[in-house]
């Protein structure tokens, strides 16, 4: 593996990066590359601060067994301050400043957010925080921090996302069902902080959302109502009286198009792409211009696929660096661009603006082709 | 906020959006004395609007009897709570709406219903205020133990709760009748709109997973139609129309006459803040004035007064618009009183109803000879 030094021998690069010296296997036994750089800091104010031996100098004295105690207590003493000040340093992360994308010949492994290969890309901690640009608002964010890790081919981009949670949700059935989800923003303008609150009209910005629900949709088939109320009955439904066998559950949206109904499924049959039925991705593309403007691009070419780690979501999300739609972010291997993180945690009921967000628009530095 | 004028409550308030009024507004009166909760209404939107999955347990219409119905679950206690002490100072509310009393970082005070509390929308039913006594309460007004039925549909409001909450401007408000949508192409589910309507009459499908509410039958209404709803209702409580701002009220049209001119019709929760348009002519027997002021206002009396003098056929003019409601599948625009007929005109300025003010009652006798039966009058 790479060391700081060695990554920024091999890429020539002027910004630092932080590389796990652990293997993807041991990573998953650890923790996540948070855990372990939390203590790394820790050690490092440990060995830097209130050492023992000095303690045990202030408290010399001329009676052997008095020095004895003194030794023990003040050994104690600054042990405790040690501990205490490492407590500290272990509360306080060393936060990215950047978000490197490392560029591997191998295809991108989009669907697999556990591939050896996402241990070859830096980790980025970083630090998330509440949102509070936009109404409404969420003041007490999820998480203090998500790792980030990216990798790109020279044809795709992807972003492996990692973060704890206290209670998973992937289902949106019932009324107060919201789901873990997921978001990367990308942005053109690296310089300009307030492309962080959903771009602006002269530089929209590209935004790739991850949905747990879509994803059990795709994986385990559509949650239909009978997944949220299983008990539930219905005498009938008025556009599909003529239905022979009423004991099965009605199949969506099949029985209603077959009726020329479809309309008593508004949503679908108006083609919100939050109504589909039949999902291809359970990752969103989507272009923004303020906060209230999100809106989903034609085409969507957008991958990923997230799995449950280590008491948290494992994510990947995944775009062709080239555009597809209009006003869609370019992504030029060698260059950098902003980017910006969210979380919506569904046992919360976080959605929408209710989101945990990356604090700053941070520098995407796209790895030239080798 | 910017700071908007509501009428109901007579000052200024904060909302989301400036104030911009439709070119004409959709609303109607409920005539709460004539409501059997025969569930027509119920039925007739039901079959009409909501027969998708995912909607099952969506009613956009629905009837409640008050004190202890409600749909979902105590949805005016709760809001009512949260909303804490109201007051007026005589016309004026002088405590906060759900707009001024937002917590910090949101835009109204609400809160979310869980599926269960949708799940039972004949809670109360039929229940009187208190225990049921020996006591032959019903032969004096008002009675000391009551229960009255409340039906309810989206209010429409000139600042719907819904649309200020939403921040995707996915509602909107239509500028040619004030009919209040919810664009199906823009929502994305994120059920904040759920959260701010006080009268929770916004509703999350379960399948496409976004927000749904009344549209007024928007399509009848343009074309000059009566709702679903009102159309069929066979205790011809509702009366549909057009409704101007106090200073503009016209004394012809009949939604006009009832909220402004003789001012027998009040809003619903007006101390919320949303200048519903749909209106209510208050019980007249409830024997405890504070429950109809906590929910029509502080006029509450003055409305049960007027009611009652027309009743005892001092007031032919507001009898006459009483009975024209439903008269006529037609919008009626205006009516007027001629002698003991009421006639009303639609939207097009064609006469579609032409009745009797008092309705002929015939008192038959107790024993009718012809076929050697004696009759009972039961109601």
Not at chain 1, 72 to 93: F, I, K, S, T
Not at chain 2, 126 to 152: A, C, G, I
Not at chain 2, 329 to 336: L, M, S, V
């Amino acid at each position: 593996m790479l060391t700081e030094t060695g990554q920024e021998a091999a890429y020539g690069r002027r910004w630092r990066v932080e590389v796990s010296e652990m293997t993807g296997d041991e990573v998953k036994e650890k923790g996540t590359e948070g855990e372990k750089e939390e203590l790394e800091v820790s050690a490092e104010s440990l060995g830097q601060k209130d050492s023992p031996e000095e303690s045990a100098t202030a408290a010399e004295t001329r009676d052997p067994e008095r020095r004895k105690l003194l030794v023990g207590l003040g050994v104690g003493a600054v042990a405790a301050a040690g501990a205490a000040v490492g407590g500290y340093a272990l509360l306080r992360p060393r936060w990215a400043k950047e978000v490197y994308c490392r560029y591997v010949a191998e295809e991108l492994p989009v669907g697999d957010p556990d591939s050896p290969l996402w241990s070859t890309a830096p980790a980025a901690r970083i630090q998330m925080g509440p949102q509070t640009m936009a109404l409404p608002t969420k003041p007490e964010p999820a998480v203090g921090g998500i790792t980030v890790r990216s990798l790109h081919d020279g044809k795709k981009i992807a972003f492996r996302l990692e973060w704890k949670t206290k209670g998973f949700s992937d289902s949106t059935v019932g009324t107060t069902d919201f789901r873990d989800a997921c978001a990367v923003l990308l942005s053109s303008k690296v310089d300009d902080q307030n492309q962080r609150v959903m771009g602006s009209p002269s530089a929209p910005v590209t935004i790739l959302h991850w949905k747990a629900d879509w994803q059990k949709d795709i994986e385990e088939g559509f949650q239909d109502e009978e997944t949220a109320f299983p008990n539930a009955s219905f005498d009938f439904y008025p556009p599909l009286v003529r239905r022979k066998d009423a004991s099965r559950p009605v199949k969506v949206p099949d029985e209603y198009v077959e009726a020329g109904a479809s309309r008593y499924l508004a949503g679908y049959a108006v083609g919100n792409p939050l109504s589909l039925i039949d999902r291809k991705t359970p990752v969103e593309k989507l272009r923004s211009t303020s906060p209230g403007t999100l809106t989903t691009f034609d085409s969507q070419d957008a991958e990923g696929r997230g799995v449950a780690r280590n008491g948290g979501w494992r994510v990947v999300l995944a775009k062709p660096l080239r555009p597809t739609d209009a006003d869609e972010i370019e992504l030029s291997p060698g260059r950098t661009y902003g980017v910006a993180f969210a979380i919506w945690v569904g046992s919360l009921h976080d959605v929408g603006a209710r989101k945990t967000v990356s604090q700053l628009l941070l520098p995407l530095h796209v790895d030239p082709v080798a | 906020m910017p700071e908007v004028y509501n009428w109901q409550i007579n000052r200024t308030m904060q909302y989301p959006f400036p104030e911009s009024r439709p070119q004409r507004q959709a609303g109607a009166v409920f005539d709460t004395n004539k409501c059997i909760a025969c569930q027509t209404c119920t039925i007739a939107c039901k079959t009409t609007w909501t027969s998708g999955k995912g909607q099952e347990y969506m009613l956009w219409n629905n009837v409640e009897t008050k004190p202890w119905g409600s749909y979902p679950l105590a949805y005016d206690a709760r809001i009512l709570n949260l909303l804490g002490a109201q007051s007026w100072e005589n016309d004026t509310y002088a405590g906060k709406t759900i707009f001024e009393a937002a917590p910090p970082g949101e835009k109204v005070l609400g809160w979310l219903p869980e599926d269960l509390d949708w799940a039972y929308p004949n809670k109360g039913e039929d229940e009187t205020r208190d225990t049921m006594s020996s006591d032959k309460f019903y032969l004096r007004l008002p009675h000391d133990n009551w229960f009255f039925y409340l039906p309810r549909i989206c209010n429409h409001c000139t600042y719907p709760a819904c649309l200020g909450s939403c921040p995707r401007t996915a509602i909107y408000k239509r500028p040619e009748d004030g009919i209040v949508l919810v664009d199906q192409e823009r929502c994305r589910g994120y059920r904040e709109c759920i959260r701010a309507c006080p009268y929770k009459k916004v509703m999350y499908n379960h399948i496409t997973r976004i927000s749904e509410k009344c549209v007024l039958c928007f399509p009848a209404v343009e074309k000059g139609y009566l709702t679903r709803c009102m159309r069929t209702c066979i205790g011809r409580i509702r009366t549909f129309g057009y409704l101007s701002t106090p200073d503009k009220a016209e004394a012809d049209n009949p939604v006009d006459f009832l909220v402004h001119v003789r001012k027998v019709a009040l809003p619903l929760l007006p101390q919320l803040g949303l200048e519903p348009n749909i209106y209510y002519i208050p019980p007249i027997h409830v024997g405890d004035m504070r429950f109809l002021k906590m929910l029509f206002g502080p006029h509450a009396p003055e409305a049960v007064e007027k009611y009652k003098k027309a009743m005892r056929g001092e007031d032919l003019e507001l009898l006459g618009v009483l009975e024209l409601a439903v008269a006529s599948d037609r919008i009626i625009r205006r009516f007027e009183v001629k002698g003991e007929t009421v006639v009303g005109w639609d939207m097009d300025g064609n006469e579609v109803a032409r009745i009797p003010v008092k309705e002929p009652t015939v008192v038959r006798p107790e024993f009718d000879p012809t076929i050697q039966v004696y009759r009972y009058n039961v109601c």
